[in-house]
């Protein structure tokens, strides 16, 4: 059973840099793709960042130039680096991968970033 644990969020200043770190059970990081969701209230959830297990990262076209997601393969964990948040960023953040061949979904918990002002 893969689970991925999502931390570092919390309350920050509008322009803060904050990094979330998203750490998964078990060896998943081969042929797994890994991506960074939000969703704030009353709002759908919306993608932010993905990288495959190549290296190859998309990103959501507000977040283009402000995050950027990293993974390490070393310590089973994905990264999402956040610059100049803004308070439309607030949201719960997901860490999400997809297992192939498998094609398996798993998702975090969440956690929250609350940007001020």
């Known amino acids: 059973q893969v689970q991925l644990v999502e931390s570092g969020g919390g309350l920050v200043q509008a322009g803060g840099s904050p990094r979330l770190s998203c750490a998964a059970s078990?060896?998943?990081?081969?042929?797994?793709?890994m991506g960074w969701y939000r969703q704030a209230p009353g709002k759908q959830r919306e993608l932010v960042a993905t990288?495959?297990?190549?290296?190859?990262?998309n990103y959501a076209d507000s977040m283009k130039g402000r995050f950027t997601i990293s993974r390490d393969n070393a310590k089973n964990t994905v990264y999402l680096q956040m610059n100049s948040l803004k308070p439309e960023d607030t949201a719960v953040y997901y860490c999400?991968?997809?297992?192939?061949?498998?094609?398996?979904?798993?998702w975090g918990q969440g956690t929250q970033v609350t940007v001020s002002s």
């Open positions: 078990g060896s998943i990081f081969s042929n797994t793709d």
């Open positions: 999400y991968a997809k297992k192939w061949p498998s094609g398996s979904d798993y």
């Open positions: 990288i495959t297990y190549g290296g190859r990262t």
